[in-house]
């Protein structure tokens, strides 16, 4: 059994900040890529930014400049650090984690139940 746990998130004026953390745990041989999703209400589910075991990142155009996403792979966490928020970037986000159980088995995706994020005056 493998769970994604998010933390983080809440109400933030414009211009504020907030970090995000996301802990796997459980059954786990290998993590390969842990991302951020994020979905507005009315909206179809979109990346925000992803990071390989090896630190490799990648950004939604919208974000890059004012998200950064990093990892402690010794914690199976991984962190979104939000800058310069918007009313735009308010929506539920979404942890996900490409990992291998064990050895001989595939690699699947697994997701966390999402932590509401609102930016409003």
């Known amino acids: 059994q493998v769970q994604l746990v998010e933390s983080g998130g809440g109400l933030v004026q414009p211009g504020g900040s907030l970090r995000l953390s996301c802990a796997a745990s459980?059954?786990?041989?290998?993590?390969?890529?842990m991302g951020w999703f994020r979905q507005a209400p009315g909206k179809q589910r979109e990346l925000v930014a992803t990071?390989?075991?090896?630190?490799?990142?990648d950004y939604a155009d919208s974000v890059k400049g004012r998200f950064t996403i990093s990892r402690d792979n010794a914690k199976n966490t991984v962190y979104l650090q939000m800058n310069s928020l918007t009313p735009e970037d308010t929506a539920v986000y979404y942890c996900?984690?490409?990992?291998?159980?064990?050895?001989?088995?595939?690699?699947?995706?697994?997701w966390g139940q999402g932590t509401q994020v609102t930016v409003s005056s």
């Open positions: 996900k984690a490409n990992l291998r159980r064990r050895l001989y088995l595939g690699d699947d995706d697994y």
């Open positions: 459980g059954s786990i041989f290998r993590i390969n890529v």
């Open positions: 990071i390989t075991s090896a630190g490799s990142t």
